[in-house]
């Protein structure tokens, strides 16, 4: 895990979804108000977030009714 944080914060993704743990609800996505996340279609539904737009609000922990999205801090 801490290797996978560090690989993300290496590429600035500081939020992320863990997929195995994700039930692609959607709420993340309803409840974001950058629009900063994604659900992409095309080889089965994955959700990602676009670290781009994402403004660490942490509003997508706190939907999240399984916590998949977990927030990379050292
Ligand atoms: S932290 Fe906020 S801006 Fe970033 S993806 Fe989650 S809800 Fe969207
Ligand atoms: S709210 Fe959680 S379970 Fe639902 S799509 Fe987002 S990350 Fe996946």
Redesign the pocket.
Known sequence: MLLDCLMYRLERKIVK?IDE?????????DNCQKGA?IVEKSNGKK?KIDVEICSLCGT?LL????S??TLCVF
């Open positions: 979804i743990k994700c039930v692609r609800c959607e709420l993340c996505v996340i959700v997508c939907v999240c009714p399984v998949a999205v």
